[in-house]
């Protein structure tokens, strides 16, 4: 196994990583305060966290919805979020021209599961010498991710991870196949499950995605016993009103039980 060093966190060395924070950067004041949070209930469990929101929303359902600050204001309320608190963070790109301002200060980038096969997206991501997390498209097969990692190092960056989200099943619905999380990590990855984007519904809402997050737990828990480096939990203090994937968001009071279960699982089969 390829182990992926984020500042001081190793994924790949059979310890269980905690990806989570709001789906997109609400404000700064928020940001923080999830950060805050979240960073403190994963020191009381002892399980390693990087800080997760997307400062663009760039696949939102429809026109009208929030897309979050954008590049400039985004990275920069990631970077209060690093200086205060710590904590590593970790974001989305969407276009080449954002990986050399992302790098300067996040510890991860992340590649969207709709642009796993942009060649140019996955090399710029690749050159900034910054550890990849790249999500498995919901339409590509688990072994195909193996050509999208080979992207990323063949800028000479072997810094990769692979996260599993979940695959399309019809209309406005996905399926979590477990097996993706063996299938991934025979490439000699780790491999991170993304629990709450596995249990979205796509425009299952209309104009917006809808979720089952009282699937959150037991699907989280299935895949620490199944095999895996981290987890990746989108997090809200208040789900109902999240401005980004609510339907399918952990309610911030849920998150340290949950925890605390799923390091018991991932000892007892480790």
């Not at 990631?78 to 080449?96: F, M, N, Q, T």
């Not at 709450?196 to 997050?213: C, E, I, K, R, V």
Request: aromatic fraction near 4%.
């Amino acid at each position: 196994m390829n182990t992926v060093q984020v500042r001081d966190i190793t994924f790949g060395d059979g310890t269980l990583v905690l990806i989570a924070g709001p789906c997109v950067i609400e404000s700064r004041d928020h940001a923080l305060f999830m950060a805050e949070r979240i960073a403190a209930i994963a020191a009381r469990t002892g399980m390693p966290f990087i800080f997760k929101a997307s400062f663009d929303k760039a696949n939102r359902s429809s026109i009208d919805s929030y897309r979050g600050p954008g590049l400039e204001e985004g990275l920069s309320i990631l970077a209060e979020v690093k200086g205060s608190l710590g904590v590593p963070v970790l974001s989305d790109i969407h276009e080449p021209a954002q990986a050399g301002p992302a790098a300067a200060v996040l510890d991860m980038i992340q590649i969207p599961a709709f642009l796993c096969r942009q060649t140019d997206l996955l090399t710029a991501a690749g050159r900034t010498g910054v550890p990849v997390n790249i999500k498995k498209g919901q339409f590509m097969a688990p072994w195909d991710m193996a050509h999208a990692a080979a992207k990323v190092q063949s800028t000479g960056n072997n810094a990769i991870v692979l996260t599993e989200r979940g695959a399309t099943l019809g209309y406005n619905n996905l399926v979590c196949d477990l097996r993706s999380l063996a299938f991934m990590r025979e490439q000699g990855r780790p491999v991170v499950l993304d629990v709450t984007h596995s249990l979205q519904l796509p425009g299952g809402q209309g104009a917006s995605s809808g979720g089952t997050s009282d699937l959150i737990e037991p699907l989280a828990r299935a895949g620490v016993a199944f095999g895996l480096d981290g987890v990746f939990l989108e997090v809200h203090d208040d789900p109902a009103h999240a401005m980004s994937d609510g339907p399918n968001s952990l309610l911030l009071d849920r998150l340290e039980p949950l925890l605390k279960q799923l390091l018991k699982i991932h000892e007892a089969t480790s």
